[in-house]
C-alpha cells in the first residue's frame, strides 16, 4: 500500500504493476529465454533488440554496464566474438562495434 503523499519511483510502480499484472510464470519463463539468448541466425540489432526486450525480466543478470556488455558479448556469434574480444569500453561501445563489424565481415 502506498503511503499518502508519496511519489513512487519508477522502480516501485514498475514493481508494483508487474507483480499485479504479470504472472510469475511468464516472468520465470521470460527470464529462461534471456538466459539461453544467442545471436544464431540473427543479424546484429535482431539480436540487441531481443536482449533489451528480455532483459527486463532478468535485471540481476545484467545489474551494470561491464556485466551487461559481457552477457551480450557471450551470446555473439563466435567469430563474431573473436573479433570483438575486448574492443569497447561500454555496451553502446560494444553495440556500435559490432554493427560496423558485422558489416566489415559481410564486406559492405
Known sequence: MQRAGHE??????SQAFRAHYIPDS???QKKREFRELKQGNKTVMQYVQ???HLSQYA???VRDD???AARLLSGFDPTLQTHLGRRYQSFTDLV????DMENR???R
Open 8 to 13: 513512487p519511483t519508477w522502480e516501485e510502480f
Open 26 to 28: 511468464l516472468v520465470e
Open 50 to 52: 531481443a536482449f533489451i
Open 59 to 61: 535485471p540481476e543478470d
Open 66 to 68: 561491464p556485466s551487461r
Open 96 to 99: 556500435d562495434t559490432a554493427l
Open 105 to 107: 565481415l559481410a564486406g
